[in-house]
């Protein structure tokens, strides 16, 4: 089956620094991933959608200029988060579609990357 | 906005026993309905995906769809200590496949 990618799987950064997050589709071409935070406890929260060769949409909210969503090719999309501070310690997770389709499932979650800021 | 609810508290069943999970969702514009499994720590895994109204059957797993009331359910039949995890209802659109999700429901199976 189709398999999404994302490293790195946690890392730690300190305050004020930036990270980046890769999400690669490994055997699908993906014109469209989602980036979406889950915090302890509680559910995932769409952030942005990455359109590959165009801009970022970001959900009301969302710090476009914090979290930079970069989709340069049909296989791979970043997130960066700059200037990071502890309240953005989180689990970040992506998913990658291959289109529109009825009756069969085409989005596929990466595993994850925990996030801790110190 | 699209809001997807799941109110159910932690749910705890015996082995073997029916697990039953409810998810009302917002938007009558949904097309698309998900359940995800997700373990402590872990990405969501799909359980299940239903797109028409009625029952859809994997396994030991059965998805209720009815648009009308705009209600999903998810029913786990003969419960087993690894079906013990966080299920998130999600919903989504026919054609971007942007998914809002629920908060989820902890099932506990009880051996």
């Known amino acids: 089956g189709a398999v999404v990618s994302q490293h790195p799987s946690w890392v730690i950064c300190k305050s004020g620094t930036s990270v980046k997050i890769e999400c690669r589709s490994l055997?699908?071409?993906?014109?469209?991933m989602f980036w979406y935070r889950q915090f302890p406890k509680q559910s995932l929260m769409l952030m942005a959608t990455?359109?590959?060769?165009?801009?970022?949409?970001?959900e009301q909210g969302v710090e476009k200029d914090k979290f930079l969503i970069n989709h340069a090719s049909l296989t791979l999309s970043t997130l960066t988060v700059t200037s990071a501070h502890p309240e953005d310690s989180s689990f970040y997770i992506c998913?990658?579609?291959?289109?529109?389709?009825?009756?069969?499932?085409?989005?596929?979650f990466g595993e994850g990357s925990w996030l801790t800021v110190v | 906005q699209k809001e997807v609810e799941q109110n159910s508290g932690p749910l705890s069943v015996p082995e073997g026993a029916i697990a039953s999970l409810n998810c009302t969702y917002s938007d009558r514009g949904s097309q698309s309905f998900f359940w995800y499994r997700q373990y402590s720590g872990k990405s969501p895994e799909l359980i299940m995906f239903i797109y028409s109204n009625g029952d859809k059957e994997d396994g030991r797993f059965t998805a209720q769809l009815n648009k009308a009331s705009q209600y999903v359910s998810l029913l786990i039949r003969d419960s087993q200590p690894s079906d013990s995890a966080t299920y998130l209802c999600a919903a989504g659109d026919y054609g971007n496949n942007r998914l809002a999700f629920g908060k989820g429901n902890q099932v506990v199976v009880i051996p």
């Open positions: 998913s990658a579609s291959q289109g529109p389709a009825r009756e069969r499932n085409t989005i596929y």
């Open positions: 055997d699908f071409q993906a014109t469209t």
């Open positions: 990455s359109n590959e060769g165009s801009k970022a949409t970001y």
